[in-house]
């Protein structure tokens, strides 16, 4: 019985957020050039999950790697795997280096 209340007051939850992005899209409180670019961006292969994975780093991992892409040119950034435990990201841009660890 609360299962089924949880997934009432998750589906209205859901169905008052959508109604509140039509809301915001339609008012023109967006600009239709930035929702087809984000809709673009959207039909990237792994683009949302990169995305979500982003947005769910702690605010200091999330400024670390914001500081890292924005020092640097991201066509020169590569990518180096330390087996399956670690990466490096590196840019002849400049002497940074960020290593990633699982």
Not at 38 to 49: D, N
Not at 70 to 76: E, K, L, M, P, Q
């Amino acid at each position: 019985m609360f299962l089924m209340q949880e997934e009432i007051a998750q589906h209205d939850t859901t169905k008052a957020e959508v109604w509140e992005l039509i809301q915001t899209l339609v008012s023109g409180q967006v600009s239709p050039g930035r929702i087809l670019e984000l809709y673009y961006w959207s039909l990237e292969p792994g683009a949302v999950e990169m995305l979500r994975s982003f947005l769910a780093l702690s605010n200091k991992d999330r400024a670390l790697l914001q500081a890292f892409f924005g020092s640097v040119d991201a066509r020169s950034i590569s990518i180096e795997a330390c087996g399956s435990e670690k990466i490096t990201l590196s840019s002849p841009d400049n002497d940074d280096r960020l290593t990633v660890t699982r």
